[in-house]
């Protein structure tokens, strides 16, 4: 599993400063500790972790440049329990999938990345455009309904039933299935 499979985290460093940012930062509190349960999971099992991130205009900085700067937000207390660790990935896409525009499938295929497990920030958005384009590019998906996060509840369960449905993503949450399992049959 760990030569196949990598865990994405998406869109988790962010300023949350717009419009709608304070319902998303109150949904997003509820996925925290599944996503970090994931990457302790991951750690261990050798699976690589990739965080996503918006680049927020910031097309000069770097990755810890882009990450001061979203803990000035009011997402930063999320931002404190989801830093990246010196070994995690960090790729800075300018739209929504993680995909356009960025290095992601290159590192995916020098990772020999087979399997996907989508994990983030808007579920309805970021996660979905990811998980479409992964799914494009004959990606595995395991995208955990514990682990993302609209700002509105519903938007967040359609996102998921398109997952599942046109994607055939398994999205069964961390509690129902562990991190080995969650490619062997699918759901």
Known sequence: MADHTALLIIDMINKMDFDGGEDL?????????PINELRRQAKQAGVPVIYVNDNFGLWQDNADELIAECRRGPGASI????MPADDDYFIIKPKHSGFFGTQLSILLEQLEVKNLILTGVAGDICVLFTAND?????????VPKDTIASEKVEDNNNALQIIKRSLFANIQSTTEISMKDAFKNGE
């Not at 109150?26 to 500790?33: A, D, K, L, P, Y």
């Not at 931002?79 to 989801?82: Q, S, W």
């Open 25 to 33: 930062l109150e949904q997003s509190r509820e996925i925290v500790n």
């Open 79 to 82: 931002i404190k329990e989801v």
């Open 134 to 142: 992964a799914y494009m590019r004959d990606f595995i998906l395991w």
